[in-house]
């Protein structure tokens, strides 16, 4: 998805890649959030997609769509940062109605299980706008996001069109949108929605690493080591 920062994004890796240059709309569409003209493809409800793990903003709170309970990560884990974070997706604009034409963005998430669910499984495999993985305390707050996924490889400018399409998601939010770079950096979402040149410059300030760490500590205590580890992050 993002260029420059991957050798191989998943869609360059695919093999199926059409002749017909869809795939270029793909990547287009993916990187600035607008359905390129031409671009004749419309999504209806799909019935592949795991809506059983839909979820959505009641205000700031994260919900569960199936029962509409807040969604929580402390009861999941993913294979990259261990218990209490959770993979996410975020669709590209779904029809709701071929009669009204409204479209609306979809995002689901739960537990990443090696050979069982990946990013890719929510959508079978569909485009999405946005990926990753995140920690959701258990009033349904998004506390800290990061752009992992081995399939889609989202960059800053993916994040970006997420949090910025998602108001909802707190500015106080930490995230990380580098996952090559190490020590890992994290800014505040509030950071990213107002500062994406800096950003992606590098000249960004960004979060303290013990701020860092003691934030992952609080909400996700049972999590992989190094992303707990004070060193870990850039001072």
Not at 167 to 177: C, K, T, W, Y
Request: glycine share 8%.
């Amino acid at each position: 998805m993002q260029r420059g920062q991957k050798s191989t994004s998943f869609w360059d890796a695919m093999d199926d890649v059409e002749a017909d240059g869809k795939d270029d709309w793909d990547r287009e569409w993916i990187r600035t959030g607008v359905k390129p003209e031409g671009y004749l493809q419309v999504w209806g409800y799909d019935q592949s997609a795991r809506w059983d793990q839909c979820v959505y903003f009641d205000g700031n709170v994260l919900k569960c769509a199936k029962d509409d309970s807040p969604f929580k990560s402390d009861d999941k884990e993913t294979v990259n940062a261990g218990k209490g974070w959770a993979i996410f997706v975020c669709s590209m604009p779904i029809v709701e109605s071929d009669a009204t034409r409204q479209f609306n963005h979809y995002i689901f998430s739960g537990t990443h299980e090696r050979g069982v669910q990946h990013h890719t499984s929510f959508l079978a495999g569909k485009p999405v706008m946005a990926a990753g993985e995140w920690i959701v305390d258990t009033t349904g707050t998004i506390r800290v996001m990061s752009a992992k996924s081995g399939h889609y490889r989202p960059g800053t400018d993916e994040l970006f069109n997420f949090v910025t399409t998602f108001q909802q998601i707190p500015g106080d939010a930490l995230i990380r949108v580098d996952m090559i770079s190490r020590p890992f950096k994290y800014y505040r979402v509030t950071d990213l929605r107002s500062n994406l040149a800096a950003i992606n410059a590098g000249t960004a300030a960004h979060v303290p690493g013990a701020r860092v760490a003691a934030v992952i500590s609080q909400y996700a205590p049972a999590c992989g080591a190094g992303l707990r580890k004070v060193s870990n992050f850039a001072p």
